[in-house]
């Protein structure tokens, strides 16, 4: 069986060790030895702040994945769609408008049809 050794602590500090020791582990010994390796395995110090809390580093990543939401649907609005419109259009078929053949008065058809009578006047006649 290991040996125990006494180390002393505040009263305060020795209380908030032990309630938090006993929520989270066993032991007194097993969270010691717990929160020790933690700090030895991510190379960190106790005293250094580890930032923000986890719901504001979520909030703020949200509101910026937003932002880029609104951007590339700004994007999508202004440049995409309307270029490629323009290159749709660019690369549409239309069926090629016939023009009238060309042909000579000779092989032409004659319109055999009268527009105009000519008008014939009783009192000359």
Known sequence: MDSFI?????????????????????????????????????????????GPAGRTV????????????????????????????MIQSLFETEEPRKKPMMVEKKYAKENKELRFRKKQNPVNQ
Do not use: C, W
């Not at 006494?6 to 717990?34: L, V």
């Not at 880029?68 to 270029?83: G, R, S």
């Open 6 to 50: 006494g180390i002393r602590f505040k009263k305060e500090t020795a209380k908030r060790f032990q309630t938090f020791s006993r929520t989270y582990f066993k032991s007194h010994t097993e969270a010691m030895s717990t929160m020790l390796d933690f700090f030895f395995y991510n190379k960190i110090s106790p005293k250094e702040k580890l």
């Open 58 to 85: 979520e909030a703020k990543l949200l509101k910026r994945i937003n932002a880029v939401i609104d951007i590339m649907i700004d994007i999508e609005k202004t440049q995409t769609k309307p270029t490629a419109a």
